[in-house]
């Protein structure tokens, strides 16, 4: 039986500091075996947060990166039509054979269409990511990445898979899940989710973390940079998130400014170590003058 | 308990949050499985499976206080506001005043509706200062009632952004209030479709030559080989990938203070009519403050719309216009959901009534954009004078054009399409139709009645019923 402070702690084990709110979701979703819905702003562990539950929870993750145009037979399944053009060809004998012994032409279209069901069997079958997540024999994680960057024909397809966990093959009929897999779907709300897909998923929205939570994330990370300089810069950054920029600096900034940092073996904040490493932390040349003015006013 | 959800979830609907049933069913199969021991998770575990949008959060959040505090008044309430707590409740968007407004219009579900997650800081401002006129009143009852003031008399309530797209409750609120402001007649409205069904046409008449881009792409590989299979693999036929067309994107801005109103609600009218048909069009219109309007466009008939407009429920029609603070919530509102490089239209005067300027903004709408198109109604000589900005905001935008009469404007949003047509055209089709404008302007002289130049000294308006062409 699993709660939702063991959630948090096996994620910990994973290196991923969850707060209560992504606990119970997590906790949720195992439970009631719902895909979760994550928003939130790029690079505060969307994505992070499935490679960790996989990781700790030792399920296969199966990735689905979404990009505008996607489609079923790169989400879902194809056939592999090479393969059953080069199967009739090879048998093309064979089917003579076979086919020499009826009477008349109807029979022979009659034996042959009872053997259809070959050509359009799983033989030929390629699974993409939903179905080969479906089909796995351990319980997966099905991570469909950045949904919002696909279209709304793309979504529509995802509403079966998520509500039933099944894929409907026209040749074949319903396919359903072995394991229902651990579904966990990420967007940058770069365009609205249509209605019905969240409704059929738990919604979570993880924001910026609190100061004592990024703190511990930046000290999981990176345990020989010391206490105080982690602290100093969080509380940097979090005021650098204020000042209106148009690239607001995330945790994935974070971690990358404190493995800076560690290498540069620093142990204080100041202005001028956040001037040489502003680029770390602001990506854009507007940024930059922000920031370093900031860091001059704060620091000194 | 199910009873309590089922109520609870009544309230939500009422304030505008689309819970379904099968998420009722859901969130009662969430507690069973979490326990509800304490206010906070029974509230984490209602709001993940009930609230499927950021921007309803702190609405959830405000409606869960306010319905379990009626139910146990006395239970879990420091919970929620113990100081290690604040932090996060922050984080997550809620505003840490709601707490004074706890006990406030219980049974009135409109001005409920008002907080959403972006408010105009401003508003905060003022409500932190009406809450700090009298720091020691300990029972806190006179601020409340000037807070009720300051709701009805200043501003009207203004909803969630949810909340102003449904018709149906924009149903529900047009029955109060007061009637002003401009409609279209029905012969106004018919004279507008005779002038987009010409436009139509026209434009028709050229994308028709580009039809035959539909199939041009890369060779589809498997479908040649299955098509070619009965020919022994012989390529006789060619199957080619079909190139994905797409309406052409566009972004459209309206400002629908006083100053430009009709040149707007001529701009509202004319998308609203081409909406669908050969475009995919956002549209917002604004004063101070800004909101989007695109799916009402596509659901309300429009005189319905225009009189919402002219209420002021989406933004308040004696706000004076505000184009740096318009440009500023519209990048941290919308901007980051724009796709697809659209192309922009933004409709206003650029008078910022003295107002920061807040251009670099429309430097980050360039990078989105395949194309700015500013209209202004002004002459050139005006730009610079008083608190017109135009000189300023025109420098970032690919063109401006000065509309003065209804004509020009339709012909400024024909020229518009055109060219974002031929943008997307196969380059064959891109120099037909290159032929065929250098034909149309070496002729344009007897075009007169077909196309109408509407700065040439001879043309009549086609459109001009009540004597409204000119603003």
Redesign the interface.
Request: hydrophobic share 30%.
């Given at each position: 039986m699993i709660t939702?402070q063991g959630v948090k702690d096996f994620l910990q084990t994973g290196g991923y500091i969850a707060?209560?709110?992504i606990a119970?979701?997590v906790?949720?979703a195992l439970?009631?075996e719902?895909p979760i819905?994550i928003?939130g702003p790029p690079g505060v562990g969307k994505t992070g947060l499935a490679k960790a539950l996989s990781s700790a929870l030792d399920f296969p993750l199966v990735r689905l990166q979404c990009y505008e145009?996607i489609d079923e037979g790169k989400a879902l399944y194809d056939w592999e039509?090479?393969k059953q053009?080069l199967y009739t060809q090879l048998l093309r004998t064979q089917l003579d054979g076979y086919l020499s012994v009826s009477a008349d032409l109807r029979e022979a279209v009659e034996r042959l269409a009872s053997e259809e069901s070959l050509f359009f069997s799983k033989n030929f079958l390629v699974q993409r990511p939903i179905l080969r997540s479906f089909l796995s024999e351990k319980r997966s994680l099905l991570l469909i990445d950045e949904i919002d960057r696909s279209d709304d024909e793309f979504e529509a397809l995802l509403l079966e898979c998520l509500s039933d966990f099944q894929v409907s093959i026209p040749e074949l009929g319903v396919i359903e899940a072995k394991r229902k897999p651990l579904t966990i779907l990420t967007s940058?709300?770069?365009?609205?989710i249509s209605?019905a897909l969240?409704?059929r998923?738990?919604?979570?929205?993880i924001?910026?973390?609190?100061?004592e939570r990024e703190v511990a994330i930046v000290r999981v990370k990176f345990p020989e940079l010391c206490e105080v300089l982690a602290g100093q810069m969080v509380g940097f950054l979090r005021k650098a998130r204020e000042l209106n920029l148009?690239k607001p600096p995330s945790v994935s900034e974070t971690l990358d400014w404190a493995q800076v940092l560690t290498i540069m073996k620093a142990t204080e904040l100041t202005s001028e170590i956040v001037a040489n490493t502003v680029g770390v932390i602001a990506k854009h040349q507007?940024d930059i003058l922000k920031v370093t003015d900031l860091a001059r006013q704060e620091l000194g | 308990m199910e009873r309590i959800i089922a109520r609870f979830v009544a309230a939500l609907r009422e304030s505008g949050i689309?819970v379904?049933p099968?998420?009722t069913l859901?969130a009662v199969?969430?507690l069973a499985?979490?326990g509800m021991e304490g206010r906070?998770?029974s509230r984490?575990?209602l709001?993940?499976?009930m609230?499927?949008?950021?921007n309803d959060?702190p609405l959830f959040n405000d409606i869960f206080n306010r319905f379990f505090s009626r139910f146990k008044p006395d239970e879990g309430e420091d919970d929620h506001r113990g100081p290690t707590d604040l932090?996060?409740v922050n984080?997550?968007?809620e505003f840490s005043y709601l707490d004074q407004l706890q006990h406030d219009d219980h049974d009135e579900p409109g001005p409920l509706l008002k907080f959403h997650g972006d408010m105009d800081p401003e508003d905060l401002q003022e409500l932190k200062s009406l809450t700090e006129i009298d720091p020691d009143d300990s029972d806190g009852q006179e601020i409340i009632v000037q807070m009720k003031g300051y709701r009805g008399k200043a501003k009207a309530p203004r909803p969630t952004r949810r909340y102003t797209q449904n018709p149906l409750t924009m149903e529900i609120n047009k029955s109060t209030g007061v009637q002003r402001g401009i409609t279209f007649s029905p012969e106004e409205q018919a004279a507008m479709q005779d002038v987009v069904a010409r436009m139509m046409l026209r434009l028709r008449k050229d994308m028709r030559r580009m039809k035959n881009d539909q199939s041009r792409g890369k060779l589809h590989v498997?479908k040649t080989?299955?098509k070619n299979?009965r020919n022994d693999m012989i390529p006789f036929q060619v199957a080619l990938r079909r190139k994905?067309r797409e309406k052409p994107r566009l972004v459209v801005l309206c400002d629908v203070s006083f100053s430009v109103s009709h040149a707007s609600r001529f701009m509202l009218l004319l998308l609203h009519t081409l909406h669908n048909q050969m475009l995919n069009v956002r549209s917002f219109i604004f004063n101070r403050e800004v909101a989007e309007i695109t799916e009402m466009l596509a659901n309300m008939p429009v005189n319905d719309l225009m009189e919402t407009i002219d209420k002021g429920d989406i933004v308040d029609p004696d706000e004076n216009s505000s184009f740096g603070t318009v440009f500023l919530n519209f990048k941290s509102r919308y901007l980051?959901?724009i796709?697809g490089r659209p192309a922009f239209i933004i409709l206003g005067d650029g008078r910022n009534n003295y107002g920061e300027a807040n251009d670099?903004v429309l430097d980050?709408l360039r990078e989105k954009a395949r194309y700015i198109l500013w209209l202004t109604p002004e002459e050139r000589e005006t730009w610079s004078r008083g608190d017109c900005l135009m000189e300023t905001y025109g420098s970032y935008c690919d063109k401006v054009e000065v509309v003065k009469t209804v004509e020009e404007l339709g012909q400024v949003v024909e020229e518009l399409l055109r060219d974002i047509y031929a943008d997307q055209a196969h380059p064959l089709d891109r120099k037909l139709l290159r032929e065929t404008k250098a034909a149309e302007a070496a002729q344009s002289s007897n075009y007169q009645d077909y196309y109408t130049r509407g700065s040439g000294s001879g043309s009549q308006p086609a459109f001009d019923p009540g004597g409204r062409s000119h603003w």
């Open positions: 939702q707060d209560d709110a119970t979701a906790f949720l439970r009631m719902k819905l928003e145009g039509y090479g053009l940058n709300g770069t365009r609205m209605d969240r409704r998923c738990l919604y979570l929205y924001g910026y973390p609190e100061l148009r507007t | 689309r379904s099968g998420e859901d199969q969430a499985l979490g906070k998770l984490q575990l709001r993940l499976t609230v499927k949008n950021h959060i932090p996060l984080m997550e968007g498997i080989i299955r299979y994905r980051e959901n796709r670099w980050e």
